[in-house]
């Protein structure tokens, strides 16, 4: 019987997240299959709990859902925990579900340096933001900094986690693009950044979009004319989804064919 895996969001219909992990089944002969799930909010935890009875495994959990994966689970990791949301939930043979939070990691693994002793500015605060914002204070960024377009979200996240937080975006050497804003790319490029209030700012040396589609995003745009390096969502995706790949699976995940099948590659 194949045993399933599979990624929740709504909506969920452009994740690349079932062409990586088939991908990575296939390259280790396993008799696994990765699939999307549409759900809606009010539907998740009756919809997740029914999971294990039809064969899944494990699943990813992506926008809105990740605050209420870590609210369902019976037991959670303790980045998870302290994150206050989970991207990755597996279910253990009796039904079991424990929570994890691989977003931080890979977020960490798709940045490719040390965040140590430089300053960040992460807009949102949503469960992304909150995973990377833990995985920068854990790095030892020398000031974590929150935006959001709605203060009060931010200022919860900044007080759970311990960090600073901002009326407007300023300077800083890392800039993390947490948010929605861009994900339709109906939106003129500008208003984008306008929304992001970041129309008078200069790029920072590092920008992260963890946004991802054809082409740039309209933060990756800005960030290289401005002369930043530039790291966009999917490098995220392969991170996170390769941790949550070992965790289901106990075996190491095929980095490289993960990473070519989320960017279209052929192998």
């Known amino acids: 019987m194949t045993t399933l895996c599979g990624v929740v ?19 280790l ?6 699939l999307a799930l549409p759900v809606e909010p009010d539907l998740f935890a009756e919809t997740v709990r029914a ?11 992506t926008v809105p859902h990740k605050v209420a994966a870590l609210a369902l689970a019976d037991e959670a990791s303790a980045a998870a925990r302290e994150i206050g949301a989970s991207n990755s939930l597996r279910f253990d043979a009796d039904g079991w579900i424990v929570a994890e939070n691989t977003d931080a990691g890979g977020f960490i693994d798709a940045l490719g340096e040390q965040p140590a002793g430089r300053t960040a500015l992460v807009l949102g605060a949503g469960g992304a933001a909150r ?10 960024a020398a000031e974590v900094r929150v935006w959001n377009r709605t203060p009060e979200r931010a200022r919860e996240l900044a007080a759970d ?10 300077a800083a050497d890392i800039l993390v693009n947490s948010t929605t804003v861009g994900l339709d790319r109906a939106l003129p490029a500008a208003d ?7 129309a008078d700012l200069d790029p920072p040396p590092i920008v992260v979009d963890l946004l991802y589609g054809e082409g740039d995003s309209p933060v990756c745009a800005w960030a290289r004319r401005g002369g930043a390096q ?9 991170g996170q989804g390769a941790r949550s790949f070992e965790d289901w ?15 279209g590659v052929s192998r």
Do not use: C, K, Q
């Open 192 to 198: 984008a950044i306008e929304a992001l209030g970041l």
């Open 131 to 140: 995973a990377i914002v833990y995985a920068l204070r854990e790095a030892g």
């Open 249 to 263: 699976t106990g075996r190491e995940a095929p980095i490289d064919v993960m990473r070519a099948a989320a960017r």
């Open 51 to 61: 999971l294990p009875g039809s064969g899944y495994r494990g699943i990813n959990v």
């Open 161 to 170: 986690l311990g960090v600073s937080v901002v009326e407007s975006p300023g």
């Open 29 to 34: 002969g396993m008799d696994w299959n990765y």
């Open 9 to 27: 969001g709504w909506p969920v219909a452009h994740s690349r997240s079932p062409a990586m992990h088939n991908a990575a089944y296939a390259a």
């Open 230 to 238: 530039v790291f966009d969502g999917l490098e995220m995706l392969v």
